[in-house]
């Protein structure tokens, strides 16, 4: 079993629906990264959390600490949004960075 | 803002080919990393440094070795490539902020290696 386990691993939705994936993770962390990869194979970081919730747009990011779970939801869905998000937890030493498989979103107009 | 370049977006070699790939970073940051990224598996971690000519390695460091003369520059190489290597490689950097437990990564765009 994976330490980073993510859902859906694909999912496609209308143009304007509410989007949902999440990420459940089995190990301490002290930080959890969301992370959008676009098909051109470039990576960026959408957040960082490690407590509560956090908005950027119509991004909006929680983690329970407690459930070790975290959500990525977005708002009014867009075609440019189709990409990969990848959920990735931070433990404590330098390197220590484990990823999801990531989630393949197709927004269609 | 951050630029983390790779030198070479597609790459095909053949096996038992040594091989280089280069990442360069241009915001003086004091780690740098090498990922493989395979379908169904996510990233996972080969190689690391934190400082220059200093490295750790990283879940599957087999058949790979890294290079840190300077700073800004994060080589990874393949001793002999095999066919098990083709893989998308993907550098990232980062600094130390607040602690290093919170650390961002600021990744390359990625080269896709294909080994024959």
């Known amino acids: 079993k994976n330490e980073v386990e993510q859902s859906p691993q694909n999912l496609t939705a209308q143009e304007g629906e509410f989007i949902t994936i999440n990420c459940s993770y089995s190990?301490?962390?002290?930080?959890l990264h969301w992370l959008q990869q676009h098909p051109g194979g470039g990576i960026v970081s959408l957040f960082m959390?490690?407590?509560g919730k956090k908005k950027h747009g119509r991004l909006i990011a929680t983690i329970n600490i407690q459930e070790k779970h975290s959500s990525l939801h977005i708002t009014a869905s867009h075609p440019r949004d189709s990409a990969v998000y990848i959920c990735?937890?931070?433990?404590?030493?330098?390197?220590?960075?484990?990823f999801g498989a990531g989630t393949r979103l197709t927004v269609k107009p | 803002d951050v630029k983390v370049t790779q030198s070479s977006r597609y790459l095909v070699k053949r096996t038992g080919e040594k091989v280089f790939l280069e990442c360069v970073q241009d915001?003086?940051?004091?780690?740098m990393f090498w990922y493989r990224q395979d379908p169904g598996l996510g990233l996972r971690l080969i190689y690391f440094?934190?400082?220059?000519?200093?490295?750790e390695k990283g879940d599957i460091p087999e058949g790979y070795s890294v290079s840190r003369e300077k700073k800004e520059r994060f080589s990874l190489i393949l001793e002999s490539a095999s066919t098990n290597q083709t893989s998308m490689y993907l550098c990232?950097?980062?600094?130390?902020?607040?602690?290093?437990?919170?650390?961002?990564?600021?990744f390359g765009p990625g080269t896709r290696l294909l080994v024959l």
């Open positions: 190990v301490g962390i002290s930080a």
């Open positions: 990232a950097s980062s600094y130390v902020s607040g602690g290093q437990s919170l650390e961002t990564q600021y």
């Open positions: 959390l490690s407590s």
């Open positions: 440094s934190y400082d220059v000519k200093m490295k």
């Open positions: 990735a937890v931070r433990g404590g030493g330098r390197g220590d960075m484990r």
């Open positions: 915001m003086d940051h004091e780690n």
